[in-house]
């Protein structure tokens, strides 16, 4: 038998460790880090502070060699009457808005969570609630117009009644435009509020309800003492969230009556991209932009504080 | 760590980085594609929003038989819709990357002229020996032509034959007071009827031009003076007026302030109005609608007893070439072959429209015979759409629709809203 001279060296138990391995070890979490934050930068930081720089200019985009002009712009916007009819509209229809979510919201949610309710009913009226929820903005813009057309169903049903002796033009009045863009986003939107609420509602312990009927609460004390407070984390988020997205609010506005009539729609939103897209001033428009940037942030603040508070 | 380990962490290590690297590279690239060349072959980009209402795969069509008369240079359209085209556009001229020939509307050429975006054709035209002769017109912004327009849709007035027929009308109106008398007649019959359909919507605020203009420019009137803002003069202030009273006289159908030119046509249409001005381009779509609908078109109705030259309001598919273009002379000579006699013909057929070059006549044959009679229409009278070349135009129409709005709802006199209009109009320009 053949033998082999085997020569077995001990297995070193220090690992011999490159010299740049802390240092990539230090770098793979931003390297995982740096696609969102690229994004970030590009999609967002960037574009804001260009915005920020083109308020500072005569103009940009259209003018080759904007100089820079201070304050002017601001001042142009601040002193446009347009800007305040716009100001006053996006606050009338923000605060009602949000308040009408809310009630509305609110009061289906308990609805819906209600033991007084069958099971099927229950399970019916989910569907038909959260259905506007399900629309985008171009389906709700077109059915609400066709609705509220002179010649429209809803003028229909109210001539039938006798109501009204000729169809009414509410979304080409002055007298009920506003308030017909503002009934239609209430109706586009109080289903993300019943949804949430209602799962927070499913979230209240029976025990404190138990508790409250046993001391003698009626059910109006019942609501305000143990519903309200348990919702009200919940409430005051969904609140705040709603001013900012509801503020903003443009394709609904835009698709439905375009800042019309005369003025009487008008908001923020739309009398920048006016500004931007149909006088060509890129400039007027981002002050514009940078002022409703200010007044976001203001409402962010208080919701980051609110958030921060509740952890 | 293990070998493996160490593997696995360096593997991901590089792979984040390198996800990080495409994404830069990802969002820096894309500056344009004006230089491309294929196997030795130029490639020109055609941005436009003509291909989606052409006939399917036309346009491809017309660019392949230009390739094959111009061997060595490809086309690349570039197609979207109308209003992402024009933002498109905008973002090109500002980036200086914008497509080398591009489709225009006579609405946007002032503002891509004051950025230096298009190319002065004359130039072009002369470096190419190309006799313009031919063509029916171009549009100039300070000495320099900077769009020709390709074909042009004229915009008449359709009458409801049965509607007017049933209101005791039995022609359709000639004159301002024969329209208006048949708009009162309509509206009488009742059931949700109007005479007139009026779209001035503050988003798309074209009914200006198209529904408010028409009437100035249909009466050889005229909205500007050497090229300024004029809209208080007699000629304005007339239609203005005419337009006011039919207002008052409740023969415009109710919405008109929110409603657009898609409402317009939609309203005449169903048979609710008797009247309305509109593109031709929508009979096949009225007929399609509806396809009991018995209509006819004819001129604008004119000032009573005026007999000259009447205007009628047209829009265009217009053409330009980038400032920007590394290509100019293979640029040109794509919008010389559009312009040529047999493809702006075959074009115009295409399209339902009438052509840019005055050879060219667009054959009829299978078409609605409405066209054949609006191209004697349109024959007749003078093209006439004083928007065209204007800064900001779309920004004009709107400050004219708010105060038109404020006229017809009675919060300001006519001669205070031309006034504000004029003063508007002046602080544009």
Known sequence: ?311 | MSKEARFRRGLTTAVAAAAALTLVTGCSSGAGSDDATSGGDVTIELAQWWEPELPDGALRTLMDTFESENPGIKVKLLSGPYASTKEQLFAGAAAGTMSDVVGLDGAWVSDFAKQGALADLSTLMKDADYDDSELASTIEVDGKTQMIPVVNFVYPLFTNDDLLAKAGITAPPSTRTEFETAAKAVTALGDNTSGWVLPLSSEAPNGIQNDVMSWVWSSGGTMLKDGKPDVTNDDVTSAVEYIKGLNDDGVIAPGSATMKEQDKVEEFTNGRVGMMIDSLSHIDLIRTSNPDLKFSISAIPAEDGFSGERGIPYASWGIGVSASSKHPAESWKLVQFLMSEKTNSELSTLANAFPGNTKSVPDFSSSDPLFKEAFDIYSEGKPANEFVGLPVAEQLMRLFDEQLQAILQGDESVDDGLKKAQDAWVGEF
């Open chain 1, 1 to 311: 038998m053949a033998s082999t001279n085997t020569v077995v060296r001990p297995v070193s138990t220090k690992r011999s460790t490159p010299r740049w391995a802390p240092t990539a070890r230090k770098l793979t979490p931003y390297a995982f880090l740096s696609p969102t934050v690229i994004v970030m930068l590009v999609l967002m930081l960037i574009p804001v502070i260009m915005v920020i720089g083109y308020s500072f200019m005569d103009n940009v985009i259209t003018n080759k060699f904007p100089v820079f002009v201070g304050l002017d712009n601001y001042v142009e916007v601040l002193s446009d009457p347009v800007f305040r009819t716009a100001t006053g509209n996006t606050l009338f229809f923000t605060l009602v808005s949000v308040a009408a979510h809310l009630l509305l919201g609110l009061g289906f949610a308990m609805l819906l969570n209600s033991p007084l309710v069958g099971n099927v009913t229950k399970a019916l009226f989910r569907v038909v609630y959260i259905l506007p929820w399900l629309f985008t903005v171009a389906i709700i813009a077109v059915l609400w117009r066709l609705m509220l057309n002179p010649n429209g169903v809803i003028n229909y049903i109210l001539i039938s009644l006798g109501l009204t002796d000729k169809g009414i033009e509410w979304l080409s009045s002055p007298d009920t435009a506003l308030l017909a863009v503002t009934f239609i986003n209430i109706w586009a939107g109080y289903s993300f509020y019943m949804v949430t609420l209602l799962a927070g509602l499913q979230g209240v312990p029976a025990d404190l309800y138990e508790a409250a009927r046993v001391d003698g609460a009626s059910a109006f004390q019942r609501f305000w003492n143990v519903t309200l407070p348990q919702l009200k984390p919940i409430i005051i988020s969904m609140s705040v969230l709603d001013i900012i997205w509801t503020s903003q609010q443009f394709a609904l506005i835009w698709m439905t009556t375009g800042g019309g009539p005369v003025n009487v729609t008008e908001m923020l939103s739309t009398y920048t991209y006016k500004l931007a897209f149909s006088r060509y001033e890129f400039s007027v428009a981002s002050a514009s932009a940078v002022l409703i940037l200010l007044l976001t942030m203001v409402l962010a603040f208080f919701y980051v504080r609110h958030q921060k508070a509740r952890d």
